[in-house]
């Protein structure tokens, strides 16, 4: 059985709490990823992702240089079993209409899953079938 792990990105990206919407699009924009989680000292406290910004800063013209992490972040962090099948974690996510769920692993974050690790999955379950 393929496990969320086969397919997750194992780098966590984070940024601060206080770091405005501008730094955080630029952090998903280099890192070429549509997701962050939000830190406060040495606590994962949120998850902010590109449709956060877009749906509390961006439609509501609010200024993304005035506007923190902690402001428009999604205060639960998602999780997902390191060792859960791809199934289950599709289905976690559906349920919750989400693209990113947080990975764990005996309690500790060890990745990020997105819906592009989808496609991957996908492909390599199809072409194994061919």
Sequence with gaps: METVKDFMDDEILWISSDATATKASQEMTKNCVGS??????????????EGDISRKVVSKQL???????KEIMSKEIVTVESN?????????MSKRKIRHIAV?????????LSIKDFATYYTNKHVKEL
């Design 36 to 49: 962050l989680i939000v830190k406060e000292d040495t606590f994962y406290v949120g998850f902010l992702t």
């Design 63 to 69: 200024n993304p240089d005035e506007v923190t992490a």
């Design 84 to 92: 859960s099948s791809m199934e289950q974690a599709f289905k976690e």
């Design 104 to 112: 764990i692993n005996k309690g500790r974050y060890v990745g990020i």
